[in-house]
Each structure stands twice: as structure tokens, then as C-alpha cells.
């Protein structure tokens, strides 16, 4: 009966055609069905939805010629200013049935079975349904209540720079960052230096670094604390006693703080499952998600060309930001074009393969550093660029920053340093 509601609904105002979220999926009436397709087909070629249109073409479809009753009767059978309750009503039944097929099918398995994979199917049948009803008193109800209460605010976790976190509220939730550069330029240092700043907070980096092992990734990070030559941790052995004594103190104090590196999960599906069981591990901290980098993730999936695979991994980047309330960091290439110019310094124009990063990410950064490209002097030998090109909530502009190479030592400039750095560029893009 819901199905013939919706469908006489359909006929009476044909504005709901292109307004419902229901597919023909979500219909388990094989003729109502049929008649939903062909629905949806007139809407799409501008033609008016009637009982004429819809029997000249239904007429030889139907499996009987009494079927064509189930037209003819539909019209009276509906409440238009009812839809949005016969929608819920059938969309909550999809999702009941599609939920016990999910579990009979998986159940069935016994031995075989993967709770992963049937927590990804489950997980998947809720978006999929997703009742976006547009109400916003909860969030009208939380913004009364900010001006009063200071914990009410969602505060960002910080960068680890107090100009950058300053110029981005820190990271926050739902959102999708993309950090850019060419190679040799700190992108995985500045990582590193971001997810220290999240634990030194006592919030949780989730780490998936496609390029660099865990264990050479964490001795850049005791690197990092320590600030012994990077040489030196590659080498143990090369330490000095009080060296080896830093080393210790600082291996002991990560190994007691929640974070996560994954090194072996390369695709999207994969990386949600292991998303959501930090999230449920760590339920009463803030997860922030780190990705090194993103042209290196994989896929199953057949894509036309590299443009649009990169897309596809782009728009999942933000819907998994968005999907599990958590800050999504991603690392990504900037194309050869940059080395072909006069000055190197990257713009938003030079982001590799897609132009949809830029428009999923909301904040990009790219990085440079001059000392790379023109010699190491005094004056640049210990500068990094963090050029915040985009900000989709807040103010775009550069934040010079000190970074030591030799140990991926990241911090503040002085004021006056900071002041000198911005001018410096200032200046040499006027001559």
C-alpha cells in the first residue's frame, strides 16, 4: 500500500519526482517498480507524469494487461501533503529488510565470517539512507548556549603553531585538509609535527603512511622530540650516553600515548574499518586522521583516468571527515609545472591530476621552502613556507615557520623573524 501512496503522489505533483530521495531499489514491488523507472524517465526527458504518458509507455512493458489497473487506480490512492511520512516510512522498511539480508547472508558464513566486512555493510545501508531532514533546532540549541559556556565551543585541535592554529581554528571535525608540496619540502616533518601537537593534547592521531614503515616513521618523530641528527636515529648505535638516555625517555613517553600507524591499509573501505574501531577504542578523545600521502591510496575500482580516480579519492577523503565527525589530513603531490617556472613557490593551480582536490579540501596548503631551490644562507636556511591558499571558513595568507632539517625540529618564528620572512617575500615578488 505505501509504494501504490508514494507512486499516486509521484502522478499528482510531479515536483516530487526530482525532489525524493527514493531509488528504484527501495521499492519491492516488481510492477511499482517498473512503474517508479519509467517515472523517473519522463521527469528526466521534461515530459509531464500522467496516467496517459505513463500507460503508452508501460503499455507492452507490464507483465499482463490487467496490470494496467495498477495505473489507473493510483491517482486517488495518495496524500501529497503526506509524502515526506510515506517516504520515511518506506525507506526505514528498505533499511530493516536490507539489514536482516545483510545478516542472514553473513551469519550463514559461520567460520568465514568477517565482522569487518559485515560492520562496513551494515555502516553502509545507514548512509545510504541517510534522513537529511534539513531541522536545524539542535544546532540553533547549541549555538544559544556558546557565548556562555566556554566547553560548548567545538575547539580545533591545535597545529602546533600558534599563527597557523590561529588562522585555522585549529582542525576540526568534518573537515578535510590537504597538505601540498614537491618532494623534499617537509610535508611528512609538518605532519609529524601536527600529530605530536594532537597527542601533547591527549587527542589521537590515526596515522595511514603509504610510502614510510612505522619504525622509520617514529624515529623521525623521536627525531623530532629529541632534536639529535636524524643520521644519529637512523643509527642508534651512533648515540652518545646522554644521547641514548633522551632516546629512552622519549620512546617511553610515546609508548604511553594513544595514537595509531597503519602502514599495511592502502584503500578507502579499509581505512574507514580502521577509523571506526579507533573511534569506538578511544571513544572519549578526539581522533584526528593523518594520510602519507594521497596519489598512493588504491582501489578496485575502473576509472577512466588518473584524473578522475584522484577524484574519486578526494570526495571519499571528505565524506569520511564528515561521516566519522573526525579531521582528515591529507598529504598530497604537486605536478612537475611548478619546476618549470621562474618561482617555484606552488599555487592552488599546480595540485596533481585533479582539480577536485581544491574543491573538496576544506583548507589546502602548500609548502615551500627557498632554501631548497636557491642555496641555504642565513637568511633561509631554517624557513619553511606554509601558504594556507585555501580557506573555506576563514582568511587565506602565508605563515612562515623555523624548520631544522637535519632533525625535522618544527616550531614558531619570533615575531620579528616572522615579520622579516613575510617582507623578504614581499619584496622579492615586486622586483
Not at 178 to 206: C, N, Q, W, Y
Not at 212 to 220: A, D, Q, W
Request: glycine letters at 4%; charged letters at 30%; proline letters at 3%.
Amino acid at each position: 500500500m505505501i509504494e501504490q501512496q508514494i507512486l499516486s503522489c509521484l502522478l499528482q505533483d510531479n515536483s516530487l519526482i526530482t525532489d525524493t530521495l527514493l531509488q528504484p531499489k527501495h521499492l519491492h514491488n516488481k510492477i511499482y517498480k517498473t512503474i517508479f523507472i519509467e517515472i523517473k524517465k519522463l521527469a528526466n526527458e521534461g515530459k509531464v507524469v500522467d496516467q496517459v504518458t505513463l500507460l503508452e509507455r508501460l503499455y507492452d512493458k507490464l507483465p499482463s494487461h490487467n496490470d494496467i489497473e495498477y495505473i489507473t487506480n493510483l491517482e486517488v490512492l495518495g496524500n501529497v501533503d503526506n509524502f515526506s511520512s510515506y517516504e520515511k516510512e518506506l525507506l526505514d522498511k528498505y533499511t530493516k529488510l536490507k539489514t536482516i539480508e545483510i545478516l542472514q547472508t553473513n551469519l550463514a558464513k559461520k567460520d568465514e565470517l568477517d565482522i569487518d566486512k559485515l560492520m562496513t555493510e551494515l555502516e553502509s545501508v545507514q548512509e545510504e539512507v541517510a534522513n537529511e531532514t534539513g531541522d536545524l533546532y539542535e544546532l540553533y540549541l547549541r549555538l544559544a548556549e556558546q557565548p556562555f559556556f566556554e566547553n560548548s565551543v567545538d575547539d580545533g585541535i591545535p597545529t602546533g603553531f600558534t599563527t597557523l592554529t590561529a588562522k585555522l581554528g585549529g582542525f576540526r571535525s568534518k573537515e578535510f585538509y590537504i597538505v601540498a608540496a614537491r618532494p623534499s619540502m617537509g610535508k611528512t616533518a609538518l605532519m609529524l609535527k601536527f600529530m605530536r601537537s594532537a597527542m601533547e593534547k591527549d587527542h589521537v592521531p590515526i596515522v595511514f603512511s603509504l610510502e614510510m614503515g612505522e619504525e622509520s616513521l617514529v624515529k623521525r618523530l623521536i627525531a623530532q622530540y629529541t632534536k639529535i641528527d636524524s643520521t644519529k636515529i637512523r643509527n642508534p648505535y651512533m648515540l652518545s650516553e646522554k644521547e641514548k638516555q633522551e632516546w629512552l625517555d622519549t620512546v617511553g613517553y610515546l609508548s604511553q600515548r594513544p595514537h595509531k600507524i597503519f602502514t599495511e591499509i592502502r584503500t578507502i573501505p579499509e581505512m574507514r574499518t580502521a577509523i571506526r574501531r579507533a573511534k569506538r577504542e578511544f571513544k572519549n578523545k578526539k581522533v584526528i586522521v593523518f594520510l602519507d600521502y594521497l596519489q598512493l591510496l588504491e582501489t578496485s575500482e575502473k576509472f577512466q583516468s588518473e584524473n578522475y580516480k584522484v577524484e574519486y579519492y578526494s570526495r571519499s577523503l571528505k565524506h569520511m571527515a564528515k561521516d566519522y565527525d573526525v579531521p582528515v589530513v591529507a598529504l598530497s603531490q604537486l605536478s612537475r609545472s611548478v619546476e618549470q617556472r621562474q618561482n617555484k613557490r606552488p599555487m592552488l593551480s599546480d595540485l596533481r591530476d585533479s582539480g577536485s582536490i581544491e574543491q573538496d579540501a576544506d583548507v589546502v596548503m602548500l609548502l615551500y621552502r627557498d632554501a631548497y631551490y636557491n642555496g641555504e644562507n642565513d637568511d633561509n636556511r631554517n624557513i619553511l613556507e606554509i601558504n594556507v591558499a585555501k580557506h573555506r571558513e576563514g582568511e587565506v595568507g602565508l605563515v612562515p615557520v623555523y624548520y631544522e632539517l637535519k632533525n625535522g625540529t618544527m616550531g614558531d618564528l619570533s615575531r620579528d623573524e616572522f615579520r622579516r620572512v613575510i617582507d623578504s617575500i614581499k619584496e622579492g615578488k615586486s622586483n
